[in-house]
């Protein structure tokens, strides 16, 4: 097999676009995939201001430098940046570094990040990155063989390249067992036990954790505060109890936990951007 087909396939090095205003509306679209090589001492990754970038090291070392902090990336690394901010890298040894890289925006790329890198750093390392490579093949298959459906497949495989990423970091080895146990003990607790009058003592008391610890890493883990997590709980039995029974809202903020109907309203609204007359009416 010749070199790097194992990653790159018999495909052209690199594809550029430029998606169209209905695109641009509907997909995430890309802007350039495929290979990526620097030979050079320093080199930007990027002249998309308004992209994110997603990149996997196949072969080579660099030193990825994002707002004025540096990573070492190995073979089989990758990392997720937002090109808005500064952003450069350089080989580290006298051979050149080989990427697969995927520029692209569009639809929830932002809230992808803002999600990828609240539990995480840029860098990171992932047993699915074959898949990615993958992912970025098939877009560039889509549109080198002209296919009517190019966008939608070439939005398809940018999620799954962004589920690779999330799925990494959601089960990341920074959390030891006990801890990463602990912590969705914790979650589960609180999804059976909602309507009660659950507090951070309470939970830190009862499963042996520091609050300040419990709150910080639970966070992490899952994206959302203890109370987030239990007002959603809440939120989530009261949808229910809004399509499925004839239970008043009075009736309904009791039995989800809220002593007070207006604050379950107002976190109903806040969550649902419905009132929970206009909810029960549509599903009604």
Request: charged share 25%; hydrophobic share 35%; aromatic share 14%.
């Amino acid at each position: 097999m010749p070199e790097n087909e194992k990653y790159y396939g018999k495909y052209p090095q690199k594809i550029i676009k430029t998606p169209d205003s209905v695109t641009k509306r509907t997909f995430f679209y890309v802007l350039e995939a495929g290979r990526a090589e620097t030979n050079s001492d320093l080199k930007s990754i990027s002249n998309y201001n308004n992209a994110f970038l997603i990149g996997v090291v196949t072969e080579g070392k660099c030193r990825l430098t994002i707002n004025g902090k540096s990573f070492n990336l190995n073979d089989e690394e990758c990392f997720f940046i937002d090109c808005t901010q500064p952003h450069s890298y350089k080989k580290i040894e006298s051979y050149p570094c080989k990427l697969m890289i995927i520029h692209f925006d569009g639809s929830t790329s932002k809230q992808y990040y803002e999600y990828f890198i609240m539990h995480s750093q840029n860098v990171f390392k992932s047993q699915l990155f074959e898949r990615i490579i993958a992912e970025i093949n098939g877009i560039i298959r889509a549109y080198e063989s002209n296919d009517a459906n190019a966008d939608a497949i070439a939005s398809q495989h940018i999620v799954g390249i962004l589920t690779c990423a999330v799925i990494f970091e959601c089960n990341s080895d920074k959390f030891n067992v006990s801890l990463k146990e602990k912590l969705m003990a914790v979650n589960e607790y609180i999804n059976e036990y909602f309507v009660e009058d659950l507090k951070l003592d309470y939970l830190s008391e009862k499963f042996d954790i520091s609050k300040f610890y419990l709150e910080r890493e639970f966070k992490k883990m899952y994206g959302r505060t203890i109370f987030q997590q239990i007002i959603n709980a809440r939120i989530s039995y009261g949808k229910k109890l809004l399509r499925f029974s004839n239970k008043t809202v009075e009736e309904i903020s009791q039995l989800c936990g809220f002593n007070d109907q207006s604050y379950f309203a107002r976190q109903f609204k806040k969550s649902e951007n419905l009132t929970c007359f206009a909810y029960r009416k549509m599903w009604r």
